[in-house]
């Protein structure tokens, strides 16, 4: 019994002593810590507020403000670990051992890295920009250090790896000074060509979001059994928009996209072209 009341009076000296010994630089690591956080939040605060009046590029300025933080709260951990006592040197072979197995481990996510900055030196595309990659569809609110944010027209946030990102195909819908939307529109078998272009071309002209120059056309795209297949293109302007509204690029595509349509389906049923009926082989067989 008296035994186990020396181990027990043993550890509570123990714990008292480490308590005297810690208990201040635990308290100064906390203070430390709090100070130090809200530095860090400053400086990049002032780093991105600088940025903004320089007007540099959002993609870069997003890159470079993470890489920031990300550096001061590396040197934030360091400072506190020496005034808790801990080497620092010792410290720093734990953590390149942990960064080699987890480099290993997340082989992946530095390819991301890498595709992040390939992305920022090529500049397929900028934040703003209505694009599609990877069979997503939106504009890009955001370029990080792991992945690219989209801004769906569904409202939905998309996230791109920029690894498969930078190695894939984009399609830039804002990167020239107009684009050409693509309506298929099927006509029946009979239908007079001339007639239904010009009257498509007529109503095209009358959209307030559809160029005059160049002037919208209708081609015959292809034959079918039982008719044919015509295809709009009606181009609309790709104008500066801000990063602060980049939904509006979005909006005069869609806008010209299902208004079009919408028109050209009411002219043609005034002028009595219809759609193809549909065809179907019938076998008798005795």
């Avoid at 203070?31 to 956080?37: I, P, W």
């Avoid at 307030?208 to 302007?237: E, M, S």
Wanted: one cysteine or more; aromatic letters at 8%.
């Amino acid at each position: 019994m008296n035994q186990e009341f020396e181990q027990m009076f043993h550890w509570l000296d123990m714990a008292q002593t480490l308590t005297i010994d810690y208990a201040p630089r635990m308290i100064g690591a906390l203070v430390v810590y709090l100070v130090g956080k809200w530095i860090v939040n400053r400086v990049v605060a002032v780093f991105h507020l600088v940025m903004d009046k320089r007007r540099i590029d959002p993609a870069l300025k997003t890159f470079f403000t993470s890489f920031l933080k990300i550096g001061l709260t590396i040197l934030l951990l360091l400072a506190i670990i020496g005034l808790v006592g801990i080497p620092i040197a010792g410290f720093a072979a734990i953590i390149a051992g942990l960064a080699f197995g987890v480099g290993s481990a997340l082989n992946g996510s530095l390819g991301n890295v890498a595709g992040g900055i390939v992305i920022l030196i090529n500049r397929p595309f900028s934040i703003g920009d209505l694009i599609e990659a990877q069979g997503k569809f939106g504009i890009v609110t955001e370029i990080g250090l792991i992945d690219t944010t989209l801004l769906t027209s569904q409202n939905m946030t998309v996230h791109l790896p920029n690894g498969a990102l930078s190695t894939g195909v984009i399609n830039n819908y804002t990167d020239q000074k107009n684009l050409r939307i693509d309506l298929k529109v099927p006509v029946a078998e009979g239908t007079d060509i001339d007639a239904a272009r010009r009257i498509a071309v007529e109503v095209m002209s009358t959209h307030p979001d559809v160029l005059k120059d160049p002037a919208p056309a209708v081609k015959v795209t292809q034959i079918t059994d039982n008719g044919c297949v015509l295809v709009l293109w009606p181009r609309i302007a790709i104008k500066q928009y801000s990063y602060e509204n980049p939904r509006q690029m979005e909006a005069d595509y869609y806008s010209v996209y299902f208004g079009v349509q919408e028109l050209v389906k009411t002219a043609f049923t005034k002028a009595g072209i219809v759609g193809p009926n549909a065809v179907s082989d019938v076998h008798l067989v005795q």
